[in-house]
């Protein structure tokens, strides 16, 4: 899933990479002609090491240790690959890098929890979401999206932000997620309710879904 959103021929940097599956599957595919493979600490970037040279790779694929996009130069890669972490981490990575709001850059997100964080971050600092995907690994439910910069504040409800695009796809799995958020929704609504604690934003979230 995360692999598709990629464009094909680009440079990739893979932000958080811990074995570096994906920037692998993709150079060794063909569909990129390089990659930066990245992480926070040394233990898993030993393990992408590992699986980039048990891969004969090593030529093409450059490892390093950074926080973020620390240790990263706008010039290096075309799209950067964010996957695998929160929404809320993402959007931190993301918010202190003022060289990302570049229309040339693309972003391919997959946050693990807190969409809502990324999505609300993204479209009031003038990046447009483009696609969005589901997918199902057991019981499981995955999302992922891309971005571009494009300088234009984008005007959306707390409702897109958590179920993006999302809700507009007809495939079985999206379906199902959007399904499992409503219920994971109204579930926090409720024991807020019996808490005595405040609801109504909840409220508002589901209702912009009924109404669609």
Not at 51 to 57: F, H, K, P, R
Not at 148 to 168: A, H, L
Request: one cysteine or more; glycine letters at 8%.
């Amino acid at each position: 899933m995360v692999a598709s959103l990629v464009r094909e021929g680009k440079r990739i940097a893979d932000i958080g990479t811990d074995h570096a599956y994906l920037p692998v599957h993709l150079v060794s595919s063909g569909k990129n002609p390089s990659a930066i493979a990245s992480d926070l600490r040394s233990g898993p970037l030993e393990n992408a090491r590992q699986t980039v040279t048990e891969n004969g790779l090593n030529e093409k694929i450059e490892l390093r240790l950074s926080d973020g996009f620390d240790m990263y130069y706008h010039t290096e890669a075309d799209d950067f690959i964010l996957a695998g972490m929160g929404g809320t981490l993402m959007r931190e990575l993301i918010s202190r890098t003022e060289w990302l709001k570049n229309e040339n850059l693309h972003l391919v997100l997959q946050p693990q929890s807190h969409a809502q964080d990324i999505r609300k971050y993204l479209c009031q600092n003038g990046f447009e979401i483009k696609t969005e995907l589901c997918v199902s690994e057991g019981d499981r439910l995955y999302i992922a999206f891309d971005a571009f910069f494009t300088g234009e504040v984008q005007k959306r409800n707390d409702t897109y932000y958590y179920f993006g695009s999302i809700v507009n796809n007809t495939d079985e799995i999206s379906v199902l997620y959007v399904k499992k958020l409503i219920e994971r929704l109204e579930k926090e609504r409720d024991a807020l309710k019996n808490s005595g604690n405040e609801y109504s934003y909840i409220d508002n979230i589901l209702r912009g879904i009924e109404n669609d």
